[in-house]
């Protein structure tokens, strides 16, 4: 089977994303693999790895996360596969929350959170960032 | 006529396929799910250092679940991993590890997988040790007889908690 990362979602996903439920809690597993060194989008000199520069991201999106009443339930380095196989194994996962899909909008839409992001595509070569509704399992 | 249709539903295929295949993506690469760890697997766990670990579970399930010992069972593969999911918790609690999320994936925002997964967990173990003194506990083998029965297939990512690491 394949898999894809991304660092942007496409249309369909946005637009899909926007429909059904906007208003219950939902929690957002980032599976995520860095470049090797950042790459900033105006050109800018850096030295800095690609995890280095979504450390900063991070640090700065726990805020971000805050005041739209979301949190980050965990996040941390991957070791490696226990169960499966992947071609390209991601490097770290993390776990955000939120109170609903309006609250994560919110958050992507503010200005001081898209300032934030410049980090985030410096340091990420790709994602998945899968949506999940926490339950019984 | 028919011929016409065919080609037509194929080459709008493609052209999805090509629209979606943005200049955000990277190389897609391949991935299994499995039901068990492979040998190599497991020597390198048992090999790890002894700090807390986190396994993030991607789980699809069976349509209907399939006991190894050939049991008749009405059940759909969800609800045989439902009843290990009950019974496993107190098998956790044993060995001081815990479930501390779970539930249904919903869909992708970012990034893209040929088969989406259906549920997720992520269970907390205190050791390594913990761990491999779960799966030996002859009372959780005969709880995984539910999981196997019910489990198409998973990753099961080992992660270090070591500072929040991104």
């Known amino acids: 089977m394949k898999v894809k990362n991304h660092s942007r979602p496409h249309k369909t996903q946005m637009d899909g994303f926007f429909e059904g439920d906007t208003e219950t809690p939902i929690a957002m597993l980032n599976l995520l693999k860095f470049k090797e060194k950042a790459e900033y989008e105006d050109g800018r000199e850096t030295d800095l790895t690609g995890k280095e520069a979504y450390s900063i991201y991070g640090q700065e999106v726990v805020k971000h996360l805050a005041k739209v009443g979301g949190?980050?339930?965990?996040?941390g380095r991957?070791?490696?596969?226990?169960?499966?196989e992947v071609e390209d194994?991601?490097?770290?996962?993390a776990i955000a929350q939120y109170p609903s899909r309006k609250?994560?909008?919110?958050?992507?839409?503010d200005p001081d959170y898209q300032k934030s992001e410049e980090h985030r595509e410096a340091g990420l070569e790709g994602q998945l960032n899968i949506e999940i509704k926490e339950g019984e399992l | 006529m028919k011929k016409y249709l065919i080609g037509l539903v194929i080459i709008s295929g493609l052209m999805f396929f090509l629209i979606s295949n943005d200049s955000d993506s990277n190389e897609s690469n391949s991935y299994k799910n499995a039901l068990r760890p492979n040998p190599i697997q497991l020597a390198e766990f048992a090999l790890g250092d002894d700090d807390p670990i986190l396994?993030?579970?991607?789980l699809k399930f069976k349509d209907k679940a399939e006991y190894e010992d050939g049991r008749a069972t009405?059940?759909?593969?969800?609800?045989?991993?439902?009843?290990?999911v009950t019974e496993t918790r107190e098998h956790l609690a044993d060995v001081g590890a815990e479930l501390i999320l779970g539930g249904e994936v919903n869909g992708l925002?970012?990034?893209?997988?040929?088969?989406?997964?259906?549920?997720?967990?992520?269970?907390?173990?205190?050791?390594r040790k913990a761990m491999i003194a779960m799966a030996r506990n002859p009372a959780?083998?005969?709880?995984?007889?539910?999981?196997?029965?019910?489990?198409?297939?998973?990753l099961n990512i080992e992660v270090s908690e070591q500072g929040f690491g991104f």
Do not use: C
């Open chain 1, 71 to 75: 949190k980050l339930v965990f996040g």
């Open chain 1, 78 to 84: 991957i070791s490696r596969l226990m169960i499966g």
């Open chain 1, 89 to 93: 194994l991601w490097d770290s996962v």
């Open chain 1, 103 to 109: 609250a994560m909008l919110e958050m992507l839409m």
């Open chain 2, 55 to 58: 396994m993030v579970n991607l």
């Open chain 2, 74 to 84: 009405n059940l759909t593969g969800r609800e045989a991993y439902e009843i290990y």
């Open chain 2, 109 to 127: 925002l970012l990034g893209e997988v040929e088969e989406l997964w259906d549920a997720f967990g992520v269970a907390r173990y205190p050791s």
């Open chain 2, 140 to 154: 959780y083998i005969e709880s995984e007889k539910h999981r196997a029965a019910g489990l198409a297939g998973q």
